[in-house]
């Protein structure tokens, strides 16, 4: 299992430019979430996905937008790159099971600096 | 929202020593983990503890889902240890795991 894979890893932006993180898991999860982690700082929930054709804001969804077709894939849109986007995007999946509950895990994250 | 804080935000240790870090958050919830996020960005499960207690090694954590708080237990600490610990928290009704503010430890040898 490669469990969730984001690309890119490291991306430079110019400002007004658009871009897709891309998010792929093969867990077969149908919860998937992106984050955002400024440096110094925790983890912000930028928008969620419950299953295939659902998702919703979460702390910080403004200057994103996500859709979910499938159930592996959570593509993250970022449109008119702002240098307040400038970050450190994480993308993560999770089930839910009797004993271990719903269990997040994260892809290894995305570098991406506007400038 | 539910607001979620974690003590110390800052913490040095010699190696060898213990240490207890702390999360609280302001809300019920049905999950909480504990991360631990590495020099290299790299977000690691530690524990799935929504009550009681559970230990891994030189780890344990223990949830007092009652009072709103979980502690996290690091004994012998070593340098790999360094890094910043995580709480979330999965609240009643949702599928939002929010995040506390974080401790950053930092272990000399």
């Known amino acids: 299992n490669a469990g969730v894979t984001q690309t890119p890893k490291f991306r430079i932006l110019k400002i007004g430019q658009s871009m897709t993180l891309q998010c792929t898991q093969d867990m077969n999860h149908n919860y998937m979430y992106w984050y955002r982690q400024d440096p110094g700082m925790g983890l912000k929930l930028i928008y969620y996905?419950?299953?295939?054709?659902?998702?919703d804001k979460g702390e910080v969804p403004n200057g994103y937008n996500v859709s979910r077709s499938t159930t592996e894939d959570f593509p993250l849109r970022l449109e008119l790159a702002a240098p307040s986007q400038t970050s450190v995007y994480f993308c993560a999946s999770s089930y839910s099971t009797r004993d271990r509950g719903n269990t997040i895990y994260f892809g290894e994250g995305s570098w991406l600096t506007v400038v | 929202g539910i607001q979620v804080e974690q003590s110390p935000p800052d913490l040095i240790l010699q190696e060898g020593a213990n240490s207890t870090l702390r999360c609280n958050f302001s809300d019920s919830v049905n999950n909480l983990q504990w991360f631990h996020q590495n020099p290299w960005g790299q977000l690691i499960n530690l524990f799935y503890i929504p009550s009681g207690t559970k230990q891994n090694g030189r780890l344990s954590a223990t949830t007092v889902a009652t009072e709103r708080y979980s502690l996290l237990y690091i004994s012998s600490s070593q340098t790999t240890d360094s890094g910043v610990y995580f709480c979330?928290?999965?609240?009643?009704?949702?599928?939002?795991?929010?995040f506390g503010t974080g401790t950053r430890l930092k272990v000399l040898a």
């Open positions: 996905s419950v299953g295939a054709g659902i998702t």
């Open positions: 979330a928290v999965l609240t009643s009704g949702t599928y939002k795991y929010i």
